[in-house]
T-cell receptor
Framework: DVKVTQSSRYLVKRTGEKVFLECVQD?????MFWYRQDPGLGLRLIYF???????EKGDIPEGYSVSREKKERFSLILESASTNQTSMYLC??????????????FGEGSWLTVV | AQKITQTQPGMFVQEKEAVTLDCTYD???????LFWYKQPSSGEMIFLIY??????QNATEGRYSLNFQKARKSANLVISASQLGDSAMYFC?????????????FGKGTKLSVIP
């Protein structure tokens, strides 16, 4: 059974803390993505990576960074968490190509609350 | 920049009736893909249907069909014979060539409620 695993489902962090969200996929996919999902705003792309050590900014990269040292792992980092980063974060992986959306698999999501 | 617009924040449909969820897109790339996903209250994202920009025929998958009108840049999802289990958020998405690979942009979603 293919899987995208997000290590933490629910987190509560304090303003200013450094936060790591980890994502691991077991499908040998080239592409990996981090989205955040907010009510009424849909899924917005934060960063994506199409290869090890390669990363590209998405639509809302401010306040976030990412790391991809191994093909199967893609980490999202909040250097200094703020309350407006309270959200649900979704990791995904896919094969490359224009039909990549039908090979995309999502994790279960990480609910982050910053207080 | 690529853009996806879903104009219906919420929709209601009677059980066993058909419903159309609207999606329009904007892109200058000739090669792209259009997708619909379902997100139940449990949170997982479920792939429903795919349409490639060069596909001549509308995609169908069981009770789901995609009404693709390329000139109008629309990719509406039609669900036939609605079931109570169809109640969920529905997202339209477009894949387009970005730096290094194709990436996906999602719309804001439509919340579908099926009434018994």
């Amino acid at each position: 059974d293919v899987k995208v695993t997000q290590s933490s489902r629910y987190l509560v962090k304090r303003t200013g803390e450094k936060v790591f969200l980890e994502c691991v996929q077991d499908m040998d996919h080239e592409n990996m993505f981090w989205y955040r999902q907010d009510p009424g705003l849909g899924l917005r792309l934060i960063y994506f990576s199409y290869d090890v050590k390669m990363k590209e900014k998405g639509d809302i990269p401010e306040g976030y960074s990412v790391s991809r040292e191994k093909k199967e792992r893609f980490s999202l980092i909040l250097e200094s968490a703020s309350t407006n980063q309270t959200s649900m974060y979704l990791c995904a992986s896919s094969l490359p190509g224009p039909d990549s959306g039908n090979t995309i698999y999502f994790g279960e999501g990480s609910w982050l609350t910053v207080v | 920049a690529q853009k996806i617009t879903q104009t219906q924040p919420g929709m209601f449909v009677q059980e066993k009736e058909a419903v159309t969820l609207d999606c329009t897109y904007d892109t200058s790339d000739p090669s792209y893909g259009l997708f619909w996903y379902k997100q139940p209250s449990s949170g997982e994202m479920i792939f429903l249907i795919y349409q490639g920009s060069y596909d001549q025929q509308n995609a169908t998958e069981g009770r789901y069909s995609l009404n693709f009108q390329k000139a109008r840049k629309s990719a509406n999802l039609v669900i036939s014979a609605s079931q109570l289990g169809d109640s969920a958020m529905y997202f339209c998405a477009i894949s387009f060539p970005g730096a290094g690979s194709y990436q996906l942009t999602f719309g804001k979603g439509t919340k579908l409620s099926v009434i018994p």
